[in-house]
């Protein structure tokens, strides 16, 4: 870690002193915290990631009032996370934890959702839900298998947001 996340890090767990635990997990800023280790490791090779370090500073300087109000900086707080999560997610390979896990069921679960309908056509003196149910189960269950092997992948190289 340099010098400008430790200095950012210990503000933000200043301003955030004594704020309950459930508005720090909701809000995601431990999560934060590490994108904010992550950019200043990669600002010296990625222009973008340079870029952002200013937006970083202006955000951070209102995240008390971000995490304990709803208003206009909770939104800005939301758009300003989901904007580093997306660039280090695209440009540098770290992602949320499971997410290969949800994508890949949700995928598998539609794909054999539309085999177990198409079988149910082959087959019409059979009910529909004869073929659609165990599809639904066998997508869900692949996908799981799948999804949390990359997600294992994932961890290894330490690549989670």
């Not at 010098?3 to 800023?29: C, I, N, P, Y």
């Not at 390979?93 to 082959?122: D, E, H, M, N, R």
């Not at 059979?126 to 269950?141: A, E, Q």
């Amino acid at each position: 870690m340099k010098e400008w996340s430790q200095r950012l890090t210990a503000h933000v767990e200043q301003e955030l002193e004594g704020t309950k635990a459930s508005d720090l997990r909701f809000m995601r800023v431990a999560e934060y915290l590490r994108m904010l280790s992550r950019i200043d490791e990669f600002s010296d090779g990625c222009p973008h990631c340079k870029q952002l370090k200013p937006e970083i500073e202006e955000q951070s300087a209102s995240i008390k009032q971000a995490v304990t109000q709803i208003g206009k900086e909770r939104r800005s707080y939301d758009k300003h996370i989901d904007k580093l999560a997306r660039h280090l997610k695209k440009e540098h390979g770290f992602y949320p934890p499971y997410f290969y896990t949800y994508s890949c069921s949700f995928y598998f679960i539609v794909v054999a959702g539309v085999i177990g309908f198409l079988l149910s056509l082959l087959f019409p003196a059979t009910d529909r839900w004869f073929f659609l149910i165990p599809g639904l189960v066998f997508g869900l269950l692949a996908g799981q298998l799948v999804g949390n092997r990359k997600d294992a992948r994932i961890r290894s190289e330490n690549k989670i947001l």
